[in-house]
């Protein structure tokens, strides 16, 4: 539920940045996540390659900001450069934990209930959330 928090709170930025720059939003379909893993580590290993594709797409957004010369955008898709860092770290952190503990026992409970530790703490408003 954490992780759901922070992607609404990184989708509502995108969209009132655009609303707030005289755009227009058209919210559309998305294909189905994957619900079915060969394991945790599996589903992680996944979930990391996603937001390999996710850096991508922000890093294409950059290089195209700075082509069009238009530093706002620029400097407002700084701050997704900066959350990616965090996510595939994140991602790599619980991937290796994984490996470690192996899929079974009480290795992998440990792990469950680390996450479960985590808590949705929003943005400031100062840093530019608009959620």
């Known amino acids: 539920m954490v992780q759901y928090q922070e992607e609404m ?3 509502m930025k995108f969209y009132n940045y655009i609303l707030d720059q ?3 939003v058209k919210l559309m379909a998305i294909a189905q996540p994957m619900t ?3 394991s945790p580590l599996d589903m992680f290993e996944k979930t990391l390659q996603h937001e390999k594709f ?4 922000i890093n294409d957004l950059v290089d195209l900001a700075i082509a069009e010369k238009d530093h706002a955008t620029n400097i407002f898709l700084q701050w997704y ?3 990616q860092i965090e996510e595939e770290g994140n991602d790599n952190d619980i991937i290796a934990k994984l490996k470690l503990v192996g899929e079974e026992g009480s290795g992998l409970l440990m792990i469950d209930k680390e996450l479960a530790m985590r808590v949705f703490t929003p943005p400031a408003a100062a ?3 608009q959620a």
């Open 9 to 11: 709170v990184h989708a």
């Open 22 to 24: 005289g755009g227009q």
């Open 36 to 38: 079915e893993f060969k």
């Open 54 to 57: 996710i850096t991508k797409c």
């Open 81 to 83: 450069v900066t959350e």
């Open 127 to 129: 840093e530019g959330a």
